[in-house]
């Protein structure tokens, strides 16, 4: 009874044993609501479960990434290239919103006032208008204003922009065919060919990809411009009044004394930004882009399994969202670390190096 009472007394065990029953509780509420569910379903000879993954599919998937795919194969294997699809503009987003609103941020404090006013404009613009619009917007200009394939516009023969899409020339992998041995594997330089029938190419990103993108990373990297703002301001003016009489370069002075010292205060709202791109992606189903949710909705209007259809689209997505957040407080916690491990002075360390 004493270890009892030591135990209930103790601050850290009373909050896990309050997680434990709370955890308990939703496990309970869960197994009866899925119990319920799928009470309700068989009384209504309504199918349920997840064995339609293994049937085949039945339709094909206009663009892949790293796979291929025809109807042929299973359901499964389409929730697998709907889901490379969803992680190549997720991945493309992040980096492009990335870049691009670092460069924005710092133009937003900048001492001229042209880029000043530029960025301002350029923040104020992109973030007050839904990115519905802008993704509908974008769609619309690839698709209707652009040239034909059979008049696309050209870079140096190797880059073609047209209403198919922007083809650009890459590595690809020739298998050797078998039975022949004096035929070996290998990779050679695939560039897109131009002829009057349009261009051919083994790489090419479509318009529906390209829309997706841009709206993400344009609509995204005004959020993170801000973000760089404050935190760019929240570093002490002490701190660049050192580095300039030190002698340094504004360039030196914003590589190293304000944006190290700025990352502190960035990294959490960015992690928030990162997460919300990766979910605003699912928009791309309205422009016809072959992600996880547009195959969902394939899969769902075919098998008429709605419940595991969004079952696996959450599922995915949360775990997408663990990910990135788990990603990213291991980022924080490394940027804590290494202002911790230095001076809190950054241009004395310079001077030192020196």
């Given at each position: 009874?004493?270890?009892?009472?030591?135990?209930?007394?103790?601050?850290?065990?009373?909050?896990?044993?309050?997680?434990?029953?709370?955890?308990?509780?939703?496990?309970?509420?869960?197994?009866?609501?899925?119990?319920?569910?799928?009470?309700?379903?068989?009384?209504?000879?309504?199918?349920?479960?997840?064995?339609?993954?293994?049937?085949?599919?039945?339709?094909?998937?206009?663009?892949?990434?790293?796979?291929?795919?025809?109807?042929?194969?299973?359901?499964?294997?389409?929730?697998?290239?709907?889901?490379?699809?969803?992680?190549?503009?997720?991945?493309?987003?992040?980096?492009?919103?990335?870049?691009?609103?670092?460069?924005?941020?710092?133009?937003?404090?900048?001492?001229?006032?042209?880029?000043?006013?530029?960025?301002?404009?350029?923040?104020?613009?992109?973030?007050?208008?839904?990115?519905?619009?802008?993704?509908?917007?974008?769609?619309?200009?690839?698709?209707?204003?652009?040239?034909?394939?059979?008049?696309?516009?050209?870079?140096?023969?190797?880059?073609?922009?047209?209403?198919?899409?922007?083809?650009?020339?890459?590595?690809?992998?020739?298998?050797?065919?078998?039975?022949?041995?004096?035929?070996?594997?290998?990779?050679?330089?695939?560039?897109?060919?131009?002829?009057?029938?349009?261009?051919?190419?083994?790489?090419?990103?479509?318009?529906e990809f390209l829309s997706i993108t841009l709206a993400l990373s344009l609509y995204t990297s005004a959020f993170i411009a801000e973000i760089v703002r404050a935190g760019i301001q929240s570093v002490a003016r002490g701190q660049i009044e050192a580095?300039?009489?030190?002698?340094?370069?504004?360039?030196?002075?914003?590589?190293?004394?304000?944006?190290?010292?700025?990352?502190?205060?960035?990294?959490?709202?960015?992690?928030?930004?990162?997460?919300?791109?990766?979910?605003?992606?699912?928009?791309?189903?309205?422009?016809?882009?072959?992600?996880?949710?547009?195959?969902?909705?394939?899969?769902?209007?075919?098998?008429?399994?709605?419940?595991?259809?969004?079952?696996?689209?959450?599922?995915?997505?949360?775990?997408?969202?663990?990910?990135?957040?788990?990603?990213?407080?291991?980022?924080?916690?490394?940027?804590?670390?290494?202002?911790?491990?230095?001076?809190?002075?950054?241009?004395?360390?310079?001077?030192?190096?020196?």
């Amino acid at each position: 009874m004493n270890t009892l009472t030591h135990l209930w007394n103790h601050k850290r065990y009373r909050l896990y044993l309050y997680q434990a029953v709370v955890l308990i509780l939703l496990g309970a509420a869960l197994f009866w609501l899925g119990h319920n569910t799928w009470i309700n379903l068989k009384q209504r000879g309504i199918q349920s479960g997840f064995d339609f993954l293994s049937d085949t599919a039945g339709f094909d998937i206009g663009e892949t990434f790293l796979i291929t795919f025809d109807g042929s194969q299973t359901y499964w294997q389409a929730f697998l290239v709907g889901l490379l699809n969803t992680l190549k503009v997720s991945l493309c987003g992040l980096v492009l919103a990335s870049v691009l609103g670092l460069w924005v941020g710092l133009g937003r404090g900048s001492l001229h006032p042209l880029i000043k006013l530029f960025c301002s404009t350029y923040i104020e613009l992109i973030r007050n208008v839904p990115l519905m619009i802008q993704l509908l917007m974008w769609y619309v200009l690839l698709v209707e204003y652009l040239p034909p394939s059979t008049e696309p516009y050209s870079w140096f023969h190797h880059f073609y922009l047209s209403q198919e899409g922007f083809a650009y020339p890459g590595f690809i992998w020739l298998q050797s065919p078998e039975g022949n041995p004096t035929l070996s594997s290998h990779w050679i330089w695939s560039r897109p060919v131009f002829d009057p029938q349009g261009v051919h190419t083994d790489f090419n990103w479509s318009p529906e990809f390209l829309s997706i993108t841009l709206a993400l990373s344009l609509y995204t990297s005004a959020f993170i411009a801000e973000i760089v703002r404050a935190g760019i301001q929240s570093v002490a003016r002490g701190q660049i009044e050192a580095a300039q009489s030190l002698a340094l370069t504004p360039w030196q002075i914003k590589r190293w004394v304000v944006l190290p010292q700025a990352a502190r205060m960035i990294t959490p709202p960015l992690t928030n930004q990162y997460l919300n791109l990766v979910k605003n992606s699912s928009l791309a189903v309205v422009v016809g882009y072959p992600d996880l949710v547009n195959i969902a909705n394939t899969a769902l209007n075919q098998t008429g399994r709605a419940l595991e259809c969004i079952a696996i689209l959450m599922l995915v997505y949360l775990t997408l969202s663990l990910v990135i957040a788990w990603g990213m407080n291991r980022t924080n916690d490394k940027v804590r670390h290494y202002l911790k491990k230095g001076d809190d002075f950054a241009p004395l360390k310079l001077t030192q190096r020196a």
